[in-house]
């Protein structure tokens, strides 16, 4: 049955949240839930709704980067960023699609009346989110200020033949307010709690990697746990709206919204942990936790070859849970599919025993879970390593506790407080991914010592925690008082 459903969900393409696509895709997910006995809850949430209605370059077609506004004009061709002031620009991708957000920054700071992408891969379009300011912040923004479209490879060499020629550019979008779902089930357990499983429905192009496999995975988890023996925990299994974009303030930290939004109106105080499935296709599928003591108990239980990453991956739904403290593992393949990331040629393949594999991992997660079952002292020593001598005091206090209960509780608050997704370096450099650190503010202070003024700065809440003017006595101690805070904050509880 599920089967059937996976090919009905790949015949629909960019569900983009608050869509008459996202509204098929929600029907036929009702649809099939009711069918193996489950009566979802659709959770509507305000969105953004963006549609890109039709894109040209002169002759060449292309597609529209969210979320642009239409635009119709001309201009002269250059593929020289340094001298794009008043013309339009056409360069590359480069073989890292999100460098696709620095370039079009810097084409607007120097001025250029519009930006054609074409990529570095031959016969495909692709979309990333454009933004126009050196910024994830969560607070409100904008749209971008100039047009950015994409066109394929060998358009794009086309076009570079046409440089200090005029051009056409024509784009058509349709932006407006509307609905997303968040669509929510429940599966009975044995004993208290419950494990949550999500993983998001809207998705760029044809997206199948991204995400229609982890909601495929979803689904088949539903029909497993349904008609066999009941699991340990309750499943809670959710399926997100607007991860890709879709909040309504335009705020620069665009993903991720839709799981946001549900956290923030949702009682989590019964889960244990987290499982989030995005762009997990295929083997070794990577595993990136809140903290060691769940990860490490998560990747006991696998059945496929994996890699352990570390703490949670920032560009996922999995960093809202791990963000409140919630034991949360996010299972993605990310770096190894940038050749199709966001592409039309992200498309079906056979996924049914890497799937199923998927859900026979799930599912002995949960039935082998205990609290008492997690082991510390991974996180013991990577807490020793990151925190400087100057708060040994804090790790001493720590391993005075045996309660493994009251031990999960305190590094949930460890995770909460100290984990954060970090910028090293500037906005402006190419090739540079968002990383999730366990206490930046040691990073600075140990670099500051060293004599090493690099930037470091926090996502979201957009603080600069160093930079290569500051004061080095007011940097460290600003960050000696915010981690003394928060130490002190966390040990009241011990």
């Known amino acids: 049955m599920s089967a059937e459903l996976l090919s009905e969900l790949s015949s629909v393409s960019d569900v983009i949240a608050g869509s008459e696509e996202e ?48 635009y ?19 360069v590359s991708t480069t073989d890292f699609p999100d460098n696709i957000w620095v370039l079009y920054n810097l084409a607007v700071e120097l001025g250029a009346e519009a930006v054609i992408f074409y990529d570095e891969f031959p016969s495909r379009y ?20 100039i047009p950015a479209v994409h066109v394929k490879y060998e358009d794009g060499i086309k076009l570079r033949r046409l440089v200090r020629s005029h051009v056409d550019l024509r784009c058509v979008t349709e932006v407006k307010s509307g609905i997303g779902y968040n669509v929510e089930a429940f599966v009975g357990g044995r004993k208290e709690g419950e494990v949550l499983v999500s993983a998001h429905h809207d998705r760029w192009l044809t997206g199948f990697r991204d995400n229609l496999i982890g909601l495929y995975t979803l689904m088949k988890l539903v029909e497993r746990t349904s008609t066999s023996k009941t699991p340990k925990y309750a499943l809670r299994l959710v399926s997100f709206t607007a991860e890709e974009f879709g909040n309504p303030n335009l705020s620069p930290w665009y993903w991720s919204y839709g799981s946001r939004e549900y956290a923030r109106t949702s009682d989590l105080s019964n889960v244990e942990f987290v499982v989030n499935l995005d762009t997990a296709c295929k083997e ?12 490490r108990f998560f990747v006991k239980h696998s059945s496929i070859n994996y890699v352990y990453e570390g703490f949670d991956h920032p560009y996922t739904d999995g960093l809202t849970f791990s963000s409140m403290g919630i034991p949360t593992i996010t299972l993605q393949n990310m770096r190894d599919i940038d050749e199709v990331y966001h592409t039309d040629l992200d498309t079906w393949y056979d996924v049914e025993l890497f799937t199923d594999s998927l859900v026979s991992w799930i599912v002995d997660s949960v039935n082998n879970f205990e609290v008492e079952r997690l082991e510390f002292h991974e996180y013991y020593q990577v807490l020793k390593e990151s925190l400087t001598d100057h708060f040994k005091w804090f790790i001493d206090k720590l391993q005075t506790i045996g309660d493994a209960v009251k031990l999960s509780r305190i590094f949930r608050e460890v ?8 910028i090293l370096g500037s906005y402006r450099d190419l090739n540079k991914d968002i990383i999730t650190l366990l206490a930046p503010h040691v990073l ?45 904050k966390i040990i009241t509880m011990v």
């Open 23 to 70: 509204l098929s895709v929600i029907v036929k997910l009702r649809s099939y839930l009711e069918e193996v006995g489950i009566h979802p809850k659709i959770y509507p949430i305000n969105v953004l709704s963006w549609k890109d209605l039709g894109c040209y370059v002169s002759s060449y077609r292309c597609v529209c980067l969210p979320p642009i506004r239409s």
């Open 72 to 90: 119709d004009m001309q201009g002269v061709l250059t593929d020289d960023l340094s001298s794009c002031d008043g013309k339009i620009l056409v």
């Open 126 to 145: 692709r979309r990333i989110v454009v933004t126009g300011v050196w910024s994830y912040s969560s607070g409100r923004g904008s749209y971008p200020p």
């Open 284 to 295: 070794p599928v990577r595993v990136n936790a809140t903290g060691p003591e769940i990860g």
């Open 415 to 422: 995770s909460k407080e100290l984990v954060k997704p970090t």
């Open 444 to 488: 600075v202070i140990n670099n500051l010592r060293r004599g090493i003024k690099s930037e470091v700065r926090l996502v979201g809440d957009d603080e600069e925690l160093c930079c290569s003017t500051g004061n080095v006595d007011e940097i460290m101690e600003r960050c000696f008082n915010h981690l003394n805070k928060v130490l002190g």
